[in-house]
Nanobody, 120 residues
């Protein structure tokens, strides 16, 4: 069983900053990739940023230069530092973890989501 737990959402003014944290735990053999996705009301879930086990990152164009993703492999934890936030960043942010339970079985697990609201 793999558990994904996010924390750090909340309400922030436009231009402000907010940090999200996500821990992946359980009987994990290898955690390959971790990432953040978001879903705004009436829209589909979209990629925000991902980071692989080697530290390689990928960002949505809409957040490049404003958001930074980082991971601590020793803690199976991923962080998302968000700055210069805009009202259009308002969404439920979901953490995702993908990897191997053993040499054969893979997992692709999601957290429950944390609300980020950018409003004056």
């Amino acid at each position: 069983q793999v558990h994904v737990v996010e924390s750090g959402g909340g309400l922030v003014h436009p231009g402000g900053s907010l940090s999200l944290t996500c821990e992946v735990s359980g009987s994990i053999f290898r955690l390959v990739a971790m990432g953040w996705y978001r879903q705004a009301p009436g829209k589909e879930r979209e990629l925000v940023a991902t980071v692989n086990s080697g530290g390689g990152t990928d960002y949505a164009d809409s957040v490049k230069g404003r958001f930074t993703i980082a991971r601590d492999n020793s803690l199976n934890t991923v962080y998302l530092q968000m700055s210069s936030l805009k009202p259009e960043d308002t969404a439920v942010y979901y953490c995702n973890g993908r990897g191997y339970l053993n040499y054969r079985d893979v997992f692709d697990s999601w957290g429950q989501g944390t609300q980020v609201t950018v409003s004056s």
